[in-house]
């Protein structure tokens, strides 16, 4: 009898999946038992990360023979999603995590994203990023021998301080480069600066490199360094990024409705004229719920729609044209843009569910909408509406950057 492997190898990959969801919900369920009193200590997530590294969720991507669970980009989102049903900052953490792995696959020779691949599932390593092109002055390569050296600060660097790895974006001879480095080297600097309102848990402090020695091996991709043009395949590097903030966006509202519709069971009275004995049967507490799933469904729905979309230009691979590169990205961006939204309207509107003593600091539920205003001005929501709009009345494609 013969055996379809593609079969085999699908529902293989479906187990794994699973399996690896499940363990991001007992992860979710964990962080959020303790989310309040974390996000009030502010203190570097240290215990967070090496609780995602024990249930062996950083790296799932990697092949299966090398350690891995084999899943594609979209899959990981859905993990990230999953994790933001907990703590929106450890989402924020392991969703660039994801997305910092892909970058030697799309920049860097087979050797370079083969090695950095064994070694990240072998040793289950966790990726800080320094790739904001905002803020600071801008990091600049330079040659020093037969190798280079390191200069520049930036005031935006998520997990820099604890990565075992940092994914770091330069320019060298004025072009933009990509760089895997390993953490701890002589001239790197966390600055242990950050203290917002909001993604308390996420180390996203300023860095600083001085002199910071870079083998050419480190540098991703073939020789010359310079003078290639990236292409369509390789520019979505960008909405990697942005479908890891539509899904901590719409994991974070999933949660916060979630704990808010407990908190309500347990805990909301009616209100007095509502002529109803328990706050479930209050016709506004019950309008305002189903109004919130519902855009919350819809939101998900669109960001599920939007890793399809992303795995499929993936999937493409180098062949990928201009034109499917702007289809995928406009995807994500649809669904940046909803999700933003929605996402904050929620976190906002949860508390009439609950009614006014679920404002009680202790509760901590204002940490979701706190969470979501600090991150959903990362780049402003308006710019993805607009590139939407003119794609969809102009056909004109969004000019790759680190945001577009």
């Not at 001085?210 to 369509?232: A, H, K, N, Y």
């Not at 049967?281 to 719920?289: E, F, H, K, S």
Request: charged share 25%; net charge negative; no cysteine.
């Amino acid at each position: 009898m013969s055996v379809d492997t593609g079969q085999s190898t699908a529902t293989g990959n479906a187990a794994r999946f699973a399996a690896a969801l499940d363990r991001a919900d007992r992860v979710a369920a964990e962080l959020r038992a303790t989310a309040a009193e974390r996000d009030r200590a502010n203190q570097p997530p240290r215990a967070e990360i090496e609780l995602l590294r024990r249930h062996d969720l950083l790296q799932v991507q990697e092949p299966v023979e090398y350690g891995g669970d084999g899943l594609s980009y979209a899959q990981a989102a859905q993990i990230t999603r999953r994790i933001a049903r907990g703590d929106t900052s450890i989402a924020h953490l392991v969703g660039y995590h994801y997305a910092q792995t892909r970058i030697a696959h799309l920049f860097g020779t087979p050797e370079q994203a083969d090695e950095l691949s064994r070694r990240n599932a072998e040793q289950k390593l966790f990726w800080g990023g320094v790739q904001n092109p905002r803020g600071g002055s801008k990091l600049v390569l330079t040659r020093d021998g037969d190798g280079f050296r390191l200069n520049g600060r930036r005031s935006f660097a998520s997990g820099a301080s604890l990565g075992d790895y940092l994914s770091v974006t330069a320019l060298y001879e004025g072009e933009l480069v990509f760089i895997s480095l390993p953490a701890g080297r002589e001239g790197f600097k966390a600055l242990g600066d950050w203290d917002n309102m909001g993604q308390r848990l996420t180390d996203s402090g300023g860095v600083e490199f001085q002199d910071t020695r870079v083998e050419r091996s480190e540098i991703l991709g073939p020789d010359p360094i310079t003078g290639r043009t990236f292409t369509p395949y390789q520019t979505l590097v960008t909405p990697h990024w942005q479908l890891a903030f539509v899904n901590f966006y719409i994991g974070t509202a999933e949660g916060a409705l979630e704990e808010a519709l407990d908190w309500t069971r347990r805990y909301a009275a009616p209100w007095e004229t509502s002529g109803v004995e328990r706050a479930t049967d209050d016709p506004y507490i019950l309008q305002t719920a189903g109004e919130l799933r519902s855009e919350i469904r819809a939101a998900a729905l669109l960001a599920d729609r939007a890793g399809e979309a992303l795995q499929a230009a993936l999937d493409t691979g180098p062949s990928l044209t201009a034109e499917q590169r702007a289809e995928a990205a406009i995807a994500v961006y649809e669904a940046k843009y909803l999700t933003t939204k929605v996402s904050l309207e929620a976190a906002s509107r949860l508390f009439e569910i609950q009614g006014a003593r679920a404002t009680t600091s202790a509760y901590g539920f204002d940490r979701h909408w706190r969470n979501l205003r600090t991150h959903t001005l990362h780049d402003p929501v308006a710019y993805k509406a607009r590139e939407v709009g003119d794609w969809t009345l102009n056909r004109r494609a969004p000019e790759f950057s680190l945001y577009r």
